[in-house]
Nanobody
Framework: QVQLVESGGGLVHPGGSLRLSCAASGFTFSNYAMHWYRQAAGKERELVASITSTGDTTYYADSVKGRFTISRDSAKNTVYLQMNSLKLEDTAVYLC????????????WGQGTQVTVSS
């Protein structure tokens, strides 16, 4: 059974930090690029950060560049999103996605975890 189990969301003050985790199982983790999306109330889902299957390349949305870091741990089959200097506008449901397009297309989504930045 494929699972993407997220943890680490919660309530934080502006300027604070959180680390989101997404633990993968049921598929070959090393074959999948990993992505973090977020969806704020009333807005479209947006891509926040990506990391290639090998971890060689990362991508960040302009809005989080310099504040967020995506990483992956092959031994734990887990992808992380370290979020520093959090702002009110970072408040959203954050979702983990695994995707591969080479050979065959396959996409898995996590359930989403709420991050609330509040003063």
């Amino acid at each position: 059974q494929v699972q993407l189990v997220e943890s680490g969301g919660g309530l934080v003050h502006p300027g604070g930090s959180l680390r989101l985790s997404c633990a993968a199982s049921g598929f070959t983790f090393s074959n999948y690029a990993m992505h973090w999306y977020r969806q704020a109330a009333g807005k479209e889902r947006e891509l926040v950060a990506s990391i290639t299957s090998t971890g060689d390349t990362t991508y960040y949305a302009d809005s989080v560049k310099g504040r967020f870091t995506i990483s992956r741990d092959s031994a734990k089959n887990t992808v992380y999103l370290q979020m520093n200097s959090l702002k009110l506008e970072d408040t959203a449901v954050y979702l983990c996605k695994a995707a591969r397009t080479r050979g065959y297309m396959n996409v898995y989504w996590g359930q989403g975890t709420q991050v609330t930045v509040s003063s």
